[in-house]
């Protein structure tokens, strides 16, 4: 979706598909038994504008050009992916051994992302997250 917005009012929406033709969307949608929401995207450009301060705030020097803004994108993403739990992912715990209530108060095990898709063990603090290598992306295509 493209957003077109005067004075802070939406003016249009256009739709744009990028891979394929417009007709062949809800053809391929249809297929899975799925239609066209943007609830998602909205919400996820709400958590961006959330947590990026250059995003957020009506203002430039906050990012300071294209790689301030690159940085502070991959800041994000390491925080919402490795830090942050997220309610949806909430695993329960196991029920406590003593009937008597003397198990755990918390019903739910935090889980972050990363560590709901597997590629951790733990959730992460920001300080840890930032002192992690990370190998370049996209990896190196081997010939």
């Avoid at 294209?66 to 029920?95: E, K, M, T, V, W």
């Avoid at 920001?126 to 996209?138: H, I």
Wanted: glycine share 10%; with cysteine; aromatic share 6%.
């Amino acid at each position: 979706m493209v957003k077109t917005v005067r004075q802070r009012r939406l003016g249009r929406v256009r739709h744009r598909v990028v891979f394929g033709t417009l007709g062949a969307v809800p053809q391929g949608l249809a297929a899975c038994g799925w239609q066209s929401n943007t609830a998602f995207v909205e919400r996820l450009n709400l958590n961006i504008r959330q947590h990026v301060a250059a995003i957020g705030q009506r203002v430039s020097p906050l990012c300071q050009g294209a790689d301030g803004l690159g940085q502070q994108l991959a800041l994000y993403h390491c925080y919402y992916n490795f830090c942050l739990p997220h309610a949806s992912l909430r695993p329960p715990l196991p029920p406590p051994a003593s009937p008597h209530g003397t198990g755990p108060a918390q019903v739910w095990r935090p889980c972050t992302p990363a560590r709901a898709a597997g590629l951790t063990e733990h959730g992460w603090s920001l300080k840890a997250g930032g002192l992690s290598r990370v190998p370049p992306w996209p990896p190196p295509q081997v010939r």
